[in-house]
């Protein structure tokens, strides 16, 4: 069992009379790929957003590393994580080269050229050309955006990834490629990720272990060979939509 | 009847109370945001460009046609009763205390206030606010203080010019038009203004900026998702601005102006 980096206790969130996450409880070891599967509505993007502080829980408690991610700690925490949002969340109003080094906009530990660079020079891991670090978003195509997206979420070396949809609004071509070059960032980086997919070939491809998000809760999870093999009807149904 | 009346009374003051609560706490957030370290000054003075200086036209525009209509109407009243003279002096008076900083925090609410909420509102619905946080950056202190610090620092300045160009505005219309002496319309523009005419509607400039600003980023920030939640925000900012401002320009004036 690898050590748990983060740890959720019997978390629950409501909105209005809505409860959408209800006494969550999960764990990702250190170097571990999660990948949390579920259909849509049933919270995993607000479980993803508690995690990193941008919702906050009513009850519960998420810890990263043994410490909880609030107050002061949680700026320090945040400069550890690396995160794709759904639809990229690119800053329309910045060049790709500045999207991707903008944590180090405000700090003194960069210059401009330097940002550049580093920009460049992620620029080559998500497979993108220097030519686009001075185009803006709107100029990307979708499958663009989340390579830049990506190359954002790692332009800090994080030491955890979190992926929303990463493979949403992507033909199926694209989708495979965005797949196998997460598949490659993970294993470079050796970071610990926590994707959120409905996407069966991204639980293939990037998962050593699997959750089902179901009611606000975890229905069911165990490691990817068993994610295969098992005969839980929510996953079989999650697998084989056809065949119910 | 009753019942039903006092219902729907009684929702509506306390989603009025809930929201104003709302809004105090977000520009105390806000102002408390740009006390500590990191401030971003890039940002500050990019808005002060955006908000201030791209203003300029439309309230120097607004200023030069109020004050030569001011100038007419004033000809007209005074004729009744051979008051011809004061016209010089009510247009500088009119202008500095009340027609430049109302008027042109009107337009800049309706040019800027819709412009910052949109902005906002998109960043929001997009998640770009929430890539902010992701980032390290708290989006309050990143987006909301340099918008407010900058509207409420050019608002000041943008009146001075626009009452400048009001008061030539009126010196064009009484010259060319109604057949002023110019150098007597001129010696008669500053022989009763004070330093009071020109302080108190710089006061007002500057509150009506903090409002402006307050309004759009408040808009953007609670704007509900998708295009018809970002349109909303714009308008719902645009008109909650433009009565603040003319409600607190009454309170200033009460304030300012009370002996």
């Given amino acids: 069992m690898k050590s748990s980096l983060i740890n959720i206790d019997k978390l629950s969130l409501s909105f209005g009379n809505k409860r959408v996450l209800k006494d969550l409880d999960l764990q990702v070891g250190k170097g571990e790929s999660l990948v949390i599967i579920g259909g849509s509505g049933e919270g995993k993007s607000v479980l993803l957003k508690c995690i990193l502080g941008l919702l906050h829980q009513d009850s519960g408690s998420i810890n990263f590393m043994g410490a909880k991610i609030i107050g002061e700690n949680k700026q ?88 929303d949809e990463p493979t949403s609004g992507l033909d199926p071509r694209m989708a495979h490629n965005i ?46 060979n068993e994610f295969n093999s098992t005969d839980h009807p929510n996953v079989s149904q999650f697998k084989n939509p056809s065949s119910f | 009847m009753i019942i039903k009346f006092l219902l729907v009374t009684g929702t509506f003051f306390l989603s009025l109370l809930r929201s ?45 046609f109020t004050g030569g209509a001011l100038a007419l109407q004033i000809y007209d009243g005074g004729s009744r009763f051979n008051g011809e003279n004061v016209v010089p002096s009510i247009v500088a008076i009119g202008m500095l205390r009340e027609l430049g900083p109302v008027l042109g925090g009107l337009m800049v609410a309706g ?84 330093i009071q005419d020109l302080t108190s509607g710089l006061i007002k400039a500057g509150t009506f900026g903090f409002v402006i600003a307050s309004m759009g980023c408040f808009s953007g920030f609670y704007s509900s998702k998708g295009a018809e939640g970002v349109g909303r925000a714009a308008t719902t900012a645009v008109v909650s601005s433009s009565i603040l401002i003319l409600a607190s320009n009454y309170l200033l004036t009460e304030l300012l102006f009370k002996s």
């Fill in chain 1, 76 to 163: 320090q925490f945040l400069s550890q994580f690396g995160m794709l949002f759904q639809g990229a969340a690119l800053f329309d109003s910045m060049p790709v080269w500045e999207n991707i080094s903008f944590r180090y906009k405000y700090s003194k530990m960069f210059t401009k050229t330097e940002r550049k660079d580093l920009a460049k020079e992620k620029l080559a891991l998500v497979g993108l050309s220097e030519n686009t670090a001075d185009l803006f978003p709107a100029e990307l195509s979708g499958g663009m955006q989340k390579r830049v997206g990506i190359a954002r979420a790692i332009a800090s070396n994080p030491k955890i990834l979190f992926f």
């Fill in chain 1, 179 to 224: 797949n196998k070059l997460l598949q490659d960032i993970i294993i470079k980086l050796s970071a610990t990720t926590v994707t959120i997919t409905h996407d069966v070939s991204s639980v293939k491809a990037l998962a050593d272990k699997v959750a089902l998000l179901e009611s606000g809760s975890i229905a069911w999870q165990g490691k990817t």
């Fill in chain 2, 111 to 194: 040019r800027v206030s819709s412009a910052i909420a949109a902005e906002i509102g998109t960043m929001k619905v997009t998640e770009q606010i929430d890539a902010l946080s992701t980032l390290a950056i708290d989006p309050v202190r990143y987006l909301v203080f340099p918008r407010i610090t900058a509207a409420t620092v050019s608002m000041p300045f943008l009146v001075c010019i626009g009452n400048a160009i009001g008061i030539m505005g009126g010196y064009f219309v009484g010259v060319n038009r109604l057949g002023f002496n110019s150098t007597s319309y001129i010696l008669n523009t500053f022989e009763f203004l004070t």
């Fill in chain 2, 20 to 64: 104003s609560g709302k809004l105090v706490l977000f520009c105390a957030r806000a102002v408390i945001s740009g006390v500590r370290p990191p401030i971003y000054y890039q940002e500050i003075f990019l808005q002060i460009y955006k908000i201030g200086y791209l203003s300029l036209p439309v309230v120097g525009l607004t200023a030069f």
